[in-house]
């Protein structure tokens, strides 16, 4: 079979393109190198809707970040997606921050961002008392939010494939002969796929399939950003996500509530050569606690829960790059922040470039937008959730104590597209694991619940595909 | 709604023992919550001797250790739900509860004793660099694996933590073929039993690497090993001591934290030292009528000194039950912070109150003394004294009967 | 020849010094009762210790399981293979002897745990 087209990458951007796309007639395939979708940047980032008032005038960030923006609560509602709409504050301390503030305030009226006001200190420290007290001004964007980015990914591919896509995991491209009106794309594995149109979302490594179709017009490095993510005891300490005023270093650290009520707090920003590296350090650790403590008092590291760090892909072109640079072929690269924000409307952007292109896109009847919401439980009354229990007594039962997550919620997370397949999979779509014991209680049910389901051995169960057993075997045999 | 006298929110050796005392004491409405498919919580896991000495004055293994409550409980046909979480307990003692047979219930109780044990810190909280392979585990996670579920983790492992499960499960996965490379312990002494560290460690020719923590993660899928380093006096990682072992496996037993998330829902005054609730000689929370025993309290060395206290619990939980007052007083117990803290915090009945304390370092020829102002009312003197090993003293009325405030302070020479 | 030891029969952990002469124990000093000094003249003549683990049920489950009284502890590792090697039927109570007479030291490996 011939596919229509197929979307190279299953992270945030190439998830909301295979949605878009699953509103026509058309053969969808959606290929990822990893064990599971959103495992690159989309799984780990700073979960932030930006207003738009960053991106310079007239950019593609600039004009799709305040475009995804207007997108986002809907996309949300669509596919049962955590969003707040929250707010965010860029602080500034001194003169010259200021006049940063004015800055990004004029820039962002000229971008269209509404609502924009500069706050003085006392504005400022009425809306958020815990905001450091030397901070003496801040641009106010009430159009900011929170999202949560891989919940949000999930859910696209998930709804894609319940509207006819196909995913195909550990798929790693690594060759793409061009025949005559159809691509052969291989894997490392062996595996083929034909498609007649390509679009490259592979994230970092964009720049490798571009290549592999002559296109040699940019690069993608990696830009490393550590995270330190708080108990949600810390999640009130801010309403707003805090922003410091951006310097020649980059934007800062920031603190901002999350959609499931943590606190985050990162990113550190440093390039680096190769792509894979996403160790955290003891000085990129510090860096966030030290840089977060001088933006907002109360941070109470001994909260915190976890560390990690993620990889955003940075193009080399200063902006997002979506382009066709032959024939059937679109590449959606570069898309470093505001990527999140900007998914929506990146989606939006790449099916009229598809249009302009001469393809012919015929809108299917049965498309469904509407995902099955994955919370749809938890943020039930108690007497639906009542309701739920009698008919399926799964979810009475709680796996996870510390997010109170249901043996009902994992094994329906277990069997909705796309489903998940190991350990971190189950956690990016439940939340079990995911609280102040991190699986310490649950793995050993969760893992048995996943063997049972797939109807795999119990030692086969890992945390992220490959190499990465939990067990090596059964006591009394093991060697 | 359903009316219970007494609700028990856990059903492991505290809750087991709160109620078995309670309704000995004379309340026979008494339910007990238990989140896992058994009563006995942890134990069951704890497949090691070493549990029972002062209470059955023989060696008993957890699961028998539990067994010995679980028929007491049996015996009196005390009623228990299993696979029952309970999601909120309210000020008024309205308990909100879920499981596959009832859906999400509410019981109306007259006394709560909280008795839902203790959390192992997890790897997030210690913020150790590197990369995020599987192959890392709380040291409980492992002993669940291994014991209850019957599979192996890994073969090549370090141990982050002396704590007791660390050192029982060097030994563990010793005995089921695993090769345990070190434990490595942050502070200058261990936070196990000695005699865990003899027959856990030493039988095995085990190192146990004091001053030493892990540093850094290494491994893209599962862990391929770890770099260890000697600390210094500030607990500071020393970069020319860093050693790279390989090792498939790193368990973590680095400390365990009362789980009190349903205390805080009760409004019940936590206590910051020990992470569990203030409660006075009764074990009675700052909330009337709510009851805290066992490692949700503060975390024990002994299962036998958790059982000791959840009779106190369930005692007093019927005497308020049944409205029975003694004579009022209220003395806060202040703690000097060489001894970290004390349980209770206050107390508020002049009776014999035993009170238990740890302190915050090892300290050797040390007088205990307790004062009230200038006045010293109690005093003992010790050979030694380790933050592993909780210590006790008894205070009798007369001696505390007029004082204001009771104030904990370790006097070393 | 003076050995130090860290008594291992109670959770007290007192800290032994025993004195010996051509193999045999002269005197033992530290302990607080009358099982640490037999603990300490086994100890130096004939270490003993108490094997816990578990067994495989025929439904795959494991079953915990303890020697129910100390065994020489160099036999440790043999008695393991022993019991890895041993499969049994289910239901079993606490106390049950699944394996008597563990390689002729006289103990017995019983469960400690009921299962069924």
């Given at each position: 079979?011939?596919?229509?087209i ?14 878009e796309?699953?509103?026509?007639k058309l053969?969808?395939?959606i290929?990822?190198k ?9 799984s ?29 609560a809907?996309?949300c509602l669509e596919l ?9 504050l860029?602080?500034g301390?001194?003169?010259?921050d ?12 000229a ?25 003496t001004?801040?641009?106010?964007a009430?159009?900011?939010?929170i999202v949560c ?6 859910a ?6 319940d ?6 995991l550990?798929f790693?491209?690594?060759?793409i ?5 159809a ?10 796929v ?27 490095h ?8 708080l ?13 410091r005023?951006p310097s020649?270093?980059?934007?800062g650290?920031l603190?901002?509530?999350t ?6 707090t990162?990113?550190?920003?440093v390039?680096i050569?190769?792509?894979?590296n996403?160790?955290?350090t ?6 966030v ?7 907002v008092?109360?941070v ?5 829960i ?5 990889l ?11 382009n066709?640079?032959r024939e ?6 570069g ?6 924000s ?5 989606a ?9 292109s001469?393809?012919t896109?015929?809108?299917?009847p049965?498309?469904?937008?509407i995902?099955?919401?994955?919370h ?10 009542n309701?739920?229990i009698?008919?399926?007594?799964a ?10 997550v249901t ?9 909705q ?11 990016r779509?439940t ?12 793995s ?8 049972q389901?797939?109807q ?7 945390k992220?595909g490959?190499d990465?057993?939990?067990?090596v ?7 | 709604?359903?009316?219970?006298d007494?609700v ?7 809750g087991?023992?709160a ?10 409405s008494i339910?007990i ?8 919580g942890?134990?069951?896991q ?23 409550y ?6 009196r ?9 309970v ?5 008024e ?8 047979e009832?859906?999400?219930f509410q019981?109306?109780?007259k006394?709560?004793?909280l ?11 210690l913020?150790i ?42 030994r563990r ?7 345990v ?5 942050l502070m ?16 095995f020719?085990?190192p146990l ?7 850094e ?6 862990l ?11 607990r500071?990682?020393i970069?020319?001591?860093?050693e ?10 680095v400390?365990l934290?009362?789980e009190?998330e349903?205390s ?5 005054q ?12 009764d074990?009675?929370?700052a ?5 805290a025993?066992?490692?949700?309290l ?12 959840a009779?106190i ?9 049944q409205?029975?007052?003694?004579e ?8 000097d ?9 206050r107390?508020t009945?002049?009776?014999?109150v ?10 050797r ?6 004062s009230d102002?200038?006045r010293?009312?109690?005093s003992?003197k010790?050979?030694?004294v ?6 006790s003293i008894?205070?009798r009325?007369?001696q505390?009967a007029d004082?204001k ?9 | ?7 291992i029969?109670?959770?007290k ?9 051509d193999?045999?124990?002269?005197s033992?000093?530290?302990h ?7 603990y ?7 270490p003993m210790?108490?094997?816990?683990s ?7 489950r ?10 020489p502890?160099?036999?440790m590792f ?23 007479d563990?390689?002729?030291?006289g103990a017995?490996?019983?469960a ?5």
């Open positions: 079979m011939i596919y229509d197929a979307v190279v990458g299953a992270g945030v951007v190439g998830g909301m393109i295979a949605r796309l699953s509103a026509y053969n969808l395939c290929l990822d990893a064990h599971d979708v959103a495992t690159g940047a989309s780990a980032n700073s979960a932030i809707v930006h207003a738009g008032f960053d991106a310079k005038e007239g950019s593609l960030k600039a004009l799709l970040n305040v475009r995804g923006s207007e997108l986002m809907k996309t049962g997606v955590k969003y707040k709409n929250n707010g965010s860029v602080i301390f001194t003169d010259e200021r006049e940063t503030v004015e800055q990004l305030y004029r820039r962002g009226v971008n269209g961002v509404k609502g924009l006001r500069v706050l003085d200190a006392e504005e400022l420290h009425a809306l958020e008392p815990n905001v450091s007290k030397n901070a001004c801040a641009l106010h009430p159009t900011g939010s980015p891989y919940e949000l990914t999930i696209s591919v998930g709804n894609a494939m509207n006819g896509a196909e995913l195909l550990d790693a491209v690594a060759e002969e061009d025949g005559k009106d691509f052969t794309v291989k894997a490392a594995d062996g595996r083929t034909k498609a007649r149109y390509i679009i490259n979302a592979a994230g970092l490594y964009a720049d490798a399939i571009a290549a592999m179709v002559g296109d040699t017009s940019f690069t993608v990696a830009r490393r950003g550590e995270y330190v993510l108990d949600k005891e810390s999640g009130n300490l801010v309403k707003n996500t805090i922003f005023t020649k270093m980059g934007k650290i603190v901002s509530p959609v499931d009520g943590n606190l985050i990162g990113p550190t920003s390039d050569g190769e792509k894979t996403k160790a955290t003891p000085e990129g650790l510090a860096h606690m030290r840089e977060t403590r001088e933006n008092d109360g109470m590291y001994n909260q915190t976890t560390s990690f760090c993620g955003r892909a940075v193009g080399s072109t200063g902006d997002f790059i979506i066709m640079p059937r072929f679109v590449n959606v690269a898309i470093e922040s505001p990527g999140l900007s998914a929506p409307a990146i939006e952007y790449v099916i009229g470039l598809l249009k302009e001469g393809m896109l015929e809108k299917d049965s498309f469904d937008p995902r099955a919401p994955m749809a439980f938890r943020e039930g009354s108690l007497e639906e959730k309701e739920i009698k008919k399926d007594p979810y009475g039962r709680i796996i996870c104590r510390c997010e109170t043996e009902g919620e994992i094994l329906a997370a277990i069997r597209n796309p489903k998940p397949r190991d350990l971190d999979g189950v956690k779509r939340r079990a694991q995911m609280g102040r014991c991190q699986g310490g209680f649950c050993p049910y969760i893992v048995e619940l996943l063997a389901e797939m795999v051995p119990y030692e086969s169960v890992t992220f490959g990465s057993y939990i067990n075997g059964k006591t009394k045999g093991v060697d | 709604m359903k009316q219970i007494l028990i929110v856990g059903g492991g050796p505290a087991m023992s109620a078995v005392a309670a309704y000995d004491s004379g309340v026979k339910l919550l238990e989140r896992d498919a058994h009563l006995g942890i134990l069951q704890c497949i090691h001797n070493g549990f029972g000495l002062h209470r059955f004055g023989e060696e008993l293994t957890g699961p028998e250790y539990a067994w010995r679980e028929q007491q409980v049996l015996e046909n005390i009623p228990y739900l299993l696979n029952t979480m999601l909120d307990i309210s000020p003692k309205v308990v909100t509860a879920t499981n596959s009832e859906g999400v019981i109306q109780a006394a709560v004793i008795a839902m044990g203790c959390r192992e810190r997890s790897k997030g909280a913020n660099a590197g990369t995020r392979p599987s192959g890392i585990f709380s040291a409980g996670t492992a002993q669940k694996y291994v014991n209850l579920k019957g599979y192996m983790p890994g073969k090549n492992v370090v141990i982050l933590g002396s704590g007791d499960i660390g050192l029982i499960m060097a996965m010793t005995l089921e073929g695993a090769k490379h070190a434990v490595c312990e200058p002494y261990s936070g196990g039993l000695a005699r865990n560290i003899e027959q856990c460690l030493n039988d020719g085990i690497r004091l001053s030493h923590t892990v540093v993660i290494h491994g893209k899928e599962r391929e090993g770890v770099t260890i380093a000697k600390v210094d006096e500030n500071r990682p970069p020319e001591t860093r790279y072992i390989p090792c498939d496996t790193l368990l973590l037993s400390g934290i009362p009190n349903l805080k829902t009760a409004g019940v936590l206590d910051r030292v020990t992470s569990g609730a203030v409660v006075d000689q074990r009675q929370t909330v009337e009528g709510i009851f025993c066992g490692n949700v503060h975390v024990h060395d002994l299962v036998d000194y958790v059982s000791e206290e009779e619990a369930g005692k007093s939980a019927v005497a308020y039950i409205g029975l007052t003694a009022r007083t209220d003395i806060p117990l202040t703690t912070g060489k001894i970290r803290y004390t349980v209770p915090q107390i009945q002049k009776k014999d035993t009170v238990f304390f740890r302190v915050a370092d090892v300290y020829n040390v007088t205990i003394r307790v102002g200038d010293v009312i109690y003992k010790k050979l030694k380790a933050p592993g090993e909780m210590e008894t205070l009325p007369d505390f004082a405030a009771l104030s904990f302070a370790l006097e070393v020479k | 020849m003076v050995r130090e030891l860290t008594c029969v109670c959770p952990g007192c800290q032994l010094r025993v004195e010996l002469e193999g045999a124990v002269k033992v000093t530290g607080t009762c009358p099982r640490g000094l037999q300490a003249n086994d100890e130096c003549i004939h210790r108490t094997v816990t578990t067994v495989r049920a025929t439904d795959g494991v079953v915990p399981v303890k020697t129910d009284r100390t065994i502890k160099e036999t043999a008695c393991m293979k022993l019991i890895n090697a041993t499969v049994i039927e289910l239901p079993v109570s606490v106390g049950q002897i699944l394996l008597p563990l390689l002729g030291t017995n490996l019983v400690t745990a009921n299962m069924e």
